[in-house]
């Protein structure tokens, strides 16, 4: 657990303030390596063995098969199994901006910054239990460009 610990430490951005600063073409660059990353074969489309193996390589938490076919279920709007960049970008862009609202409810002071813990008591707030390891997992999520 201390590891995981640690580890979280490092993994998760210390600020939102990157995203403040973002201009499009580098959001979707950030999103492209995103993908990338999860598309280990260079296939161009993602299954859900793809998704969890990535999960297990970005977090160095164990695979989660149900997060990863949420994930799924969600990204892929054709219905076909597999995800495209397309509908990637979609997924993310559409979360983010979820979050990107909800963020802007919460940071009242207006610094910009916002901690995992911060978003777990919002979000319970909200009535949306969330464990605190996939709070840590969409916070990496979002924060990827940088990290990598
Ligand atoms: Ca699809």
Redesign the pocket.
Known sequence: MQKNNDLNKKMVPESTQFYLLETASERDHRIRELFNTLDRNKSGLLDSKAIQRGFTTMTHLPARTKYANELLSRC?????????FE?FKAYVNDKENELWKLFKKLDRSGEGQLDPTDLQIALLRAGMEIPETDVVNFMQLMDIGICS
């Open positions: 892929d709007t054709s219905q076909d199994g597999l995800v495209d509908e």
